[in-house]
């Protein structure tokens, strides 16, 4: 009996079919994907976000979110900056950059932006909770 289905059935064919299509990772979403770039980029999501919570100590829930949204960029930025230079060493010789050469480069722009949103809603929640930042400078610290 023909039920018309094609491909793999078990849950761990299906997992592993849904690598197929899988070209460089930037916009991949689910964790057996992020496993797999880490794997072949050498880039691991857990130590770049164990690096930014280091760095930032975020206090509360909100900058806990924060501060993950800044390392997936940071580790999306890192990934692409491979995936470009991996690019550009095959292509030594083009008379122009191409396709994907162009789709890295639009890719980065649009997690820069993300980047610069998440540093600037850490910002702004921080201030919020510190009405008097110390790297703001104050009537009692400045110099006449």
């Known amino acids: 009996?023909?039920?018309?289905?094609?491909?793999?059935?078990?849950?761990?064919?299906?997992?592993r079919s849904s690598l197929n299509a899988l070209?460089?990772?930037?916009t991949a979403r689910t964790p057996h994907a992020h496993r797999r770039i880490e794997r072949q980029h050498g880039v691991s999501f857990e130590d770049v976000l164990?690096?930014?919570?280091?760095?930032?100590?975020?206090?509360?829930?909100?900058?806990?979110e924060?501060?993950?949204?800044?390392?997936?960029?940071?580790?999306?930025?890192?990934l692409s900056a491979t995936m470009e230079s991996r690019l550009l060493s095959r292509r030594k010789n083009a008379?122009?950059?191409?396709?994907?050469?162009e789709r890295i480069?639009?890719?980065?722009?649009?997690?820069?932006?993300?980047?610069?949103?998440?540093?600037?809603?850490?910002n702004k929640?921080?201030?919020?909770?510190?009405?008097n930042p110390q790297n703001e400078t104050t009537p009692s610290s400045r110099q006449a």
């Open 66 to 78: 924060l501060v993950t949204r800044i390392a997936r960029c940071v580790w999306r930025l890192s």
């Open 95 to 101: 008379s122009k950059p191409g396709v994907s050469y």
């Open 23 to 26: 070209k460089h990772g930037l």
């Open 105 to 122: 480069l639009k890719y980065e722009r649009l997690v820069d932006i993300h980047l610069h949103r998440a540093l600037e809603a850490l």
């Open 1 to 15: 009996m023909n039920t018309g289905q094609t491909g793999p059935r078990t849950p761990e064919g299906k997992k």
């Open 50 to 64: 164990a690096r930014m919570f280091d760095y930032y100590k975020p206090v509360d829930p909100v900058e806990d």
């Open 125 to 131: 929640h921080r201030g919020l909770n510190n009405p």
